[in-house]
């Protein structure tokens, strides 16, 4: 019988049951298919590296953004300079 525990996303929030075999283990929710690491939700560790992960994440996809605002940007003035 395998013992499981849940855990909520969090990216999406969406509540998984996860085995306990996988404590400590990359996962991925089946929802959003985000990556993030098995814990005991009740760690106060895990809580505190679940949001530094986050804010990584955050981080990263507001650099994309950025990224693509600017290459569209440098797009249209070349489209306005010819």
Request: proline share 4%; with cysteine.
């Given at each position: 019988m395998?013992?499981?525990f849940?855990q909520?996303c969090?990216?999406?929030?969406?509540?998984?049951?996860?085995?306990?075999?996988?404590?400590?283990r990359?996962?991925?929710c089946?929802?959003c298919?985000?990556?993030?690491?098995?814990?005991d939700?009740?760690?106060?560790?895990?809580?505190?590296?679940?949001?530094?992960?986050l804010?990584a994440?955050?981080?990263?996809?507001?650099?994309?953004?950025?990224?693509?605002?600017?290459?569209?940007?440098?797009a249209?003035?070349?489209l306005?300079?010819?």
């Amino acid at each position: 019988m395998t013992h499981r525990f849940v855990q909520p996303c969090p990216t999406c929030g969406r509540k998984l049951e996860i085995g306990i075999e996988l404590l400590g283990r990359a996962v991925a929710c089946q929802h959003c298919l985000a990556e993030f690491t098995a814990a005991d939700p009740t760690s106060t560790q895990s809580i505190l590296d679940d949001d530094s992960a986050l804010l990584a994440r955050v981080d990263q996809a507001l650099q994309r953004a950025d990224n693509l605002l600017t290459t569209n940007n440098n797009a249209d003035a070349n489209l306005t300079a010819n």
